[in-house]
């Protein structure tokens, strides 16, 4: 299993507050992601990085920012969480572009976030 | 708008028979399709991949089938096993210059003993 750490696992909170999930990746790849998972829409892009220090926006990025300072952790915050950003959260890495013939992409176990 | 999408939430096949899992995309230039499977509190983990240049990829159990023109995708599971009761997701991407994936919203499939 690639090494991905999601922490925390669990988290309940209240409208308003700030939220920060952390992926730790012991596989030194270069790619990593966040998205999240509800109900009737799957899984959609929340932000990737590309690098360190070198992100972009996925497709439902508003009211999430992201940070990369070092290779193996990639932060998600939620600056004023809301009941809508209620999901279950997965990051996720790859070495390389997801194409037929390099990359693959690695989820962690998720992060269940309630906010009420 | 959903780029990529599977209009069956759920699916029940009996043991020992074919699952047919169906993927539909809108957007043309996609040319790398893959699909993943999630077991409850867990990841979603890669299954099987096909590239357009391809209209079948066979692993084991398991066959893509791509119809470009149609821009339909479909994941055949045969023989059907309870260890395959979980959600499938299909998802697309570009290859040039990709870096993400766009994912479908999930199929649950169970099988019945």
């Known amino acids: 299993d690639a090494g991905i750490t999601q922490s925390p696992r669990h988290k309940v909170t209240e409208t308003g507050t700030p939220v920060t999930l952390r992926c730790h990746q012991t596989e030194n790849h270069r790619y990593m992601y966040w998205y999240r998972q509800d109900p009737g829409h799957g899984l959609r892009l929340i932000h990737y990085?590309?690098?360190?220090?070198?992100?972009d926006k996925g497709e439902v990025s508003d009211g999430y920012s992201v940070s990369r300072s070092k290779t193996e952790d990639f932060l998600l915050t939620l600056e004023s969480a809301t009941s809508s950003q209620t999901s279950v959260y997965f990051c996720?890495?790859?070495?390389?572009?997801?194409?037929?013939?390099?990359?693959?992409?690695?989820f962690g176990e998720g992060s269940r976030l309630t906010v009420l | 708008d959903q780029q990529v999408k599977q209009n069956s939430p759920s699916l029940s096949v009996q043991e020992g028979r074919i699952s047919i899992l169906n993927c539909d995309y809108t957007?043309?230039?996609?040319?790398?399709f893959l699909w993943y499977k999630k077991y409850p509190a867990e990841g979603p983990t890669f299954l099987i991949s096909?590239?357009?240049?391809?209209d079948k990829n066979e692993d084991g159990r398991f066959t893509v089938f791509l119809n470009k023109s149609a821009k339909h995708l479909s994941l055949h599971i045969v023989p059907s096993q309870p260890g395959d009761s979980a959600v499938y997701f299909c998802?697309?991407?570009?290859?040039?210059?990709?870096?993400?994936?766009?994912f479908g919203q999930g199929t649950r499939l169970t099988i019945n003993p």
């Open positions: 990085s590309y690098g360190v220090k070198d992100t």
């Open positions: 998802a697309a991407s570009v290859i040039q210059g990709a870096q993400k994936l766009v």
């Open positions: 096909i590239s357009s240049i391809k």
């Open positions: 996720a890495i790859s070495q390389t572009v997801i194409t037929p013939n390099t990359g693959e992409l690695f």
């Open positions: 957007n043309s230039m996609f040319d790398y």
